[in-house]
């Protein structure tokens, strides 16, 4: 079986460093907030091409957190996208905060900077543009609105590591930017993590109280706040996985280049780069008429594809009916009845693209 993602192949193509790196923390003896903790925040906050990198306990806490320190909560309101996981939403009302839904763009996938523009009202605080599948969003147009309306910008990188925007990293462009690192990731651990990284030192340093009970140096308790640590173990795992993140997502690359030169003439509509920006294809989305007939012939061949995202959240139990803007989402609609995920991990072998290919041109749509 050919499998959308694969984070055991990661391991086991760095298992040697892997392996070595987690024993020297386990013969240390120091397993929480220890010495591979702050060394990979400080490679983190380099490779992205920041000031400080807060390790977390997942990429949800990380926004959670940068929402709470940025006094973001109760009565205000942050936009952001219903084309994504659910997580992100999820963060903002664990914050305390109200999610208004806006429409995303259909070239790119990520929210659309006009449609965040007319959910803007006088209870708005933050942006939360979500960098989807692997490439960012529409940053130029999002700095300029947050300035205009004095609003905090929130980059939600959990699917964009390593990912450019004119030259800079996505996470280094807003006023914080929130990293998943959950298995599947281009940057992953072996279990939950995330980190978030900022130019701004105050920040950072309520993000680190917040991270931990809210203590200061002494331990005292100043304000309320979370036990959400990265650990010792998956920071060492993630330091060793930073060395190779670019070339693993070279890898990623060239899959996605192979994709694109056999389906040019295909009836499937391959992802599009935005102009000034690079893609590292966390996911390779296309869109497919016919979507399940066209899982169900991918299955047959033993191909396993992935959907990203079937149902999006307004449409989701817990909050169907009940979110501003979700009356107003067509573009969001339609991505979930079109997009379909290819398998898509840097150790991808070319015969399996091949297989894929020629499973999908075979599919007679």
């Known amino acids: 079986m050919i499998t959308c993602s694969n984070p055991q192949a990661q391991y086991l193509a760095h298992q040697a460093a892997i392996d070595a790196a987690m024993r020297r923390v386990l013969e240390s003896g120091q397993l929480i907030q220890g010495p591979a903790v702050k060394a990979f925040e400080r490679d983190f906050a380099a490779y992205i091409g920041v000031s400080h990198a807060v390790g977390v306990a997942s990429g949800t806490d990380a926004l959670v957190i940068a929402l709470r320190a940025l006094g973001i909560g109760a009565g205000d309101e942050v936009i952001t996208t219903a084309h994504t996981a659910v997580a992100t939403v999820a963060a903002i009302e664990l914050a305390g905060a109200t999610p208004v839904f806006a429409d995303i763009e259909p070239r790119y996938f990520t929210l659309d900077p006009r449609a965040v523009e007319r959910a803007i009202t006088p209870r708005t605080k933050a942006l939360v543009p979500v960098h989807i599948y692997g490439q960012g969003a529409d940053l130029d147009a999002f700095s300029a609105l947050a300035t205009r309306h004095g609003l905090r910008l929130i980059e939600d990188c959990a699917q964009a590591h390593g990912a450019l925007h004119a030259g800079r990293r996505l996470g280094s462009v807003g006023d914080v930017g929130c990293f998943s690192c959950y298995p599947t990731k281009n940057l992953g651990a072996l279990g939950d993590g995330g980190v978030l990284v900022t130019n701004d030192a105050e920040l950072a340093a309520r993000c680190r109280r917040l991270r931990e009970y809210g203590w200061n140096e002494t331990r005292d308790a100043v304000e309320p706040g979370l036990n959400s640590r990265l650990d010792e173990l998956q920071a060492a795992v993630l330091g060793v996985k930073l060395a190779a993140l670019d070339a693993d997502n070279g890898r990623r690359q060239a899959h996605a280049r ?53 149902v999006p959240v307004h449409l989701q139990t817990a909050y169907r009916g009940r979110i501003a803007g979700s009356s107003a989402l067509p573009e969001t609609e339609r991505a979930a009845r079109e997009v379909l995920s290819l398998p898509m991990y840097p150790e991808l072998p070319a015969t399996a693209v091949d297989a894929v290919c020629n499973a999908l041109l075979g599919a007679g749509i």
């Open 258 to 310: 192979e994709y694109d030169r056999r389906l040019e003439t295909s009836s499937f509509t391959p992802p599009e780069v935005r102009a000034g920006a690079s893609h590292v294809y966390h996911l390779y989305v296309v869109r497919a008429r016919e979507r399940e007939r066209v899982l169900g012939h991918l299955r047959e061949h033993g191909i396993a594809a992935g959907v990203h995202y079937p």
